[in-house]
């Protein structure tokens, strides 16, 4: 169980985005950066893509902490500023390749029916003379 507080919201209109400050009260283990952004995400209305945390701090053996997150008015601000970590950098490489391999799929596909078609139209054409 996890309660978040928001005690600071700065609106950075140069950026397009807001700046948070809060505390979290968990028991348990620290909560990871993903659990906050869907406790902000729930807490503001907002989608989660668009939440990024920068920090959470806590105190040893405290069962609570505060944290620093922006939420950006869309993704291509967010892109645009934030910058490309190596785990991130990973994801879009294989997102990319992804697309690459479908193209690549529907290009054969597409080339094995037109073969498939040319051949029964050989096969016909012959069958007629």
Do not use: W
């Amino acid at each position: 169980m996890m309660k978040i507080e928001i005690t600071q919201k700065n609106e950075n209109t140069l950026l397009e985005r807001t700046d948070l400050k809060g505390t979290i009260n968990f028991k348990g283990v620290t909560p990871s950066n993903n659990d906050v952004v869907i406790g902000i995400a729930s807490n503001l209305g907002v989608k989660e893509n668009l939440i990024v945390v920068k920090a959470i701090h806590t105190q040893f053996s405290q069962q609570n902490g505060t944290f620093d997150a922006m939420v950006y008015k869309n993704t291509e601000v967010l892109k645009k500023t934030e910058k490309m970590t190596k785990h991130l950098r990973k994801i879009a490489k294989e997102e990319a390749k992804k697309v690459t391999e479908a193209k690549e799929a529907e290009k054969e596909r597409k080339k094995t029916e037109e073969e498939a078609k040319k051949a029964r139209s050989e096969s016909s054409d012959e069958a007629q003379e």
